[in-house]
């Protein structure tokens, strides 16, 4: 069992800065392999891949639209996993989601993470 707490979300204008934090939690976390994931929602979005990292070896993969702006890393030490937004555009507003799935696969499928955080609301403004 995993549980997973977002935080960090808020307003910010656009071409500023935001960091996320995702603290997990659980009996069986540090025992298995798994993959740490950020997704997004906007009103009449799917949910979308954000960024992943494999938690053992800090392996990363990030969606085109991220690329260059955000950057997934973790602490393994806090048990915690972090998305600095860099550079942000009123397009990044959204609920962003953490996300933990068993295996080092990085995947970009939401049905792949069966462990959700309740999300964090990220909002620019222009």
């Known amino acids: 069992q995993v549980q997973l707490v977002e935080s960090g979300g808020g307003l910010v204008q656009a071409g500023g800065s935001l960091r996320l934090s995702c603290a997990a939690s659980?009996?069986?976390?540090?025992?298995?392999?798994?993959?740490m994931g950020w997704f997004r929602q906007a009103p009449g979005n799917q949910r979308e891949f954000v960024a992943a990292?494999?938690?053992?070896?800090?392996?990363?993969n990030y969606a085109d639209s991220v690329k260059g702006r955000f950057t997934i890393s973790r602490d393994n030490g806090k048990n915690t996993v972090y998305l600095q937004m860099n550079s942000l555009e009123f397009a990044d507003t959204a609920i962003y989601y953490c996300?933990?799935?068993?295996?080092?696969?990085?995947?970009?499928?939401?049905?792949?993470?069966?462990?959700w955080g309740q999300g964090t609301q990220v909002t620019v403004s222009s």
């Open positions: 659980g009996r069986t976390f540090s025992t298995y392999a798994i993959t």
């Open positions: 990292v494999t938690w053992s070896d800090g392996r990363t």
């Open positions: 996300a933990a799935s068993s295996g080092g696969s990085l995947s970009t499928r939401k049905n792949d993470y069966p462990y």
